[in-house]
């Protein structure tokens, strides 16, 4: 087991909340950049892995090594940290999108299925609402008739389908086998892709979701860049993700909650101290409910929106491709 870092924690993760967002460095001591002008070698680009400051192109094997060990235990751990609170959360995405029938959604980031089981179940439970209702009003239907239209798989989800997109293998792996056991066929497809190049077409989703994925990706505006490019015009972009506790009480007992209670949760029962405090860092240095909405609006989505769940502990954006 890795050893915890207990000591100073507490400073630290203060600290590190004035440290969102690091950005490009604005100012290099003297010496280093006359070094750099003299030898005219371009620093390679820096970005952030939790804490650790490490070069773009290290970040994505790094997020990837993460998932790669965490699938076999990511459902019963997110169960484990948030005492079930991560299923409301999901919930409360898909009543927000509220989807009509025949909706295309593209779920990235998707991992091992939640979104898109949700977004199945529901359409499911809508339509069938619709053709009963349907039904009732055709009381001259034989048995048969009525018994083939609740037998036909495609046509109880009213055309609509989900597309799950994930960069990581094994995540797509647990989703699949999760997706078999529970007898979900129709409707479902998964990709492996990334986030920053989606392997779409221009305009083909009425929605895009990405839910506690956004936060792992290196280039998050070329993300942001891809989703308006895949949605329709009309579509709408959904995300889920950690954001900025407002209470400052809250705030105290979350913080205490992160740094001392999850990364042993995650030594405990994955195995795997480090993955959990990658983290609960990479949450502390997520943009702000305000910032990231900004960001939203820079890729050209328009009437963005938020609203913080669980005292901004995660908070739903929403914006529009109009
Ligand atoms: C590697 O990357 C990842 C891996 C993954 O598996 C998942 C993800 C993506 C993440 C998700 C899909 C969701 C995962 C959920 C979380 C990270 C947790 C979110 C947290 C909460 C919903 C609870 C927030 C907690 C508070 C507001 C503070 C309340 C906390 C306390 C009363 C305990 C305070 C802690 C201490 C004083 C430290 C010492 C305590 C102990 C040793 C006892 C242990 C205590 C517990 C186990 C209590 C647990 C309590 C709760 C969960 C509180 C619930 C209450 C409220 C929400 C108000 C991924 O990227
Ligand atoms: C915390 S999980 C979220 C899974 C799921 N959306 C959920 O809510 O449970 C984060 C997911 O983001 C994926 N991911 C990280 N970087 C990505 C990228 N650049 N493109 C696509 N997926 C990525 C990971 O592989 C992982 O499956």
Redesign the pocket.
């Known amino acids: 087991m890795a050893a915890p870092r207990s000591c100073g924690l507490w400073s630290y993760a203060r600290a590190m909340r004035s440290y969102r967002f690091p950005g490009l460095r604005s100012s290099w001591p003297r010496s280093l950049l006359s070094a750099r002008l003299l030898s005219q070698e371009k620093p390679a680009p820096e970005t952030h892995f939790g804490f650790e400051t490490v070069s773009e192109e290290e970040k994505g094997g790094k ?1 990837y090594q993460v ?1 790669e060990s965490v699938a076999k235990k990511y459902d019963v751990m ?1 169960d484990m940290m948030s005492l079930g609170i991560h299923r409301v959360w ?1 919930d409360l995405l898909l009543r927000k999108m509220h989807p009509l029938p025949g909706t295309q959604l593209l779920d ?5 299925g ?2 898109a089981f949700r977004f199945l179940n529901y359409v499911q439970a809508q339509h069938q609402g619709k053709q009963k209702r349907k039904l009732r009003a055709q009381q001259n239907l034989s048995w048969e008739e009525i018994a083939k239209k609740y037998q036909n798989e495609e046509d109880s989800l009213g055309g609509s389908r989900v597309m799950v ?4 293998r094994e ?1 797509l792996k647990i989703g699949k086998q999760k997706a078999f056991d529970r007898g979900y066929k129709a409707g479902l497809a998964w990709v492996l ?4 190049e989606l392997p779409f077409d221009d305009d083909k989703f009425d929605v895009y979701t990405i ?3 956004i936060r ?2 290196t280039h998050i505006d070329q993300a942001l860049q891809e989703a308006h490019r895949v949605l329709k015009p009309g579509g709408r972009f959904l995300c889920l993700e950690f954001s900025q506790v407002n209470n400052p009480l809250i705030s105290r007992l979350y913080d205490l909650y992160s740094f001392q209670v999850i990364p042993v949760l995650g030594e405990v029962v994955a195995g795997d101290w480090k993955s959990y405090q990658y983290l609960v860092e990479s949450i502390r240095k997520f943009p702000s409910q305000e910032e990231f909405k900004e960001m939203i609006e820079d890729a050209g989505f328009q009437k963005v929106t938020y609203e913080s769940l669980t005292s901004g502990i995660v908070a739903i954006h929403s914006g529009f491709k109009l």
Not at 193 to 196: F, I, S, T
């Open positions: 997020v998932f997110n999901k990235v980031a998707g991992g091992t939640d979104i997109c994930d960069i990581n995540m892709g990334d986030a920053e839910a506690f994925g792992n990706v």
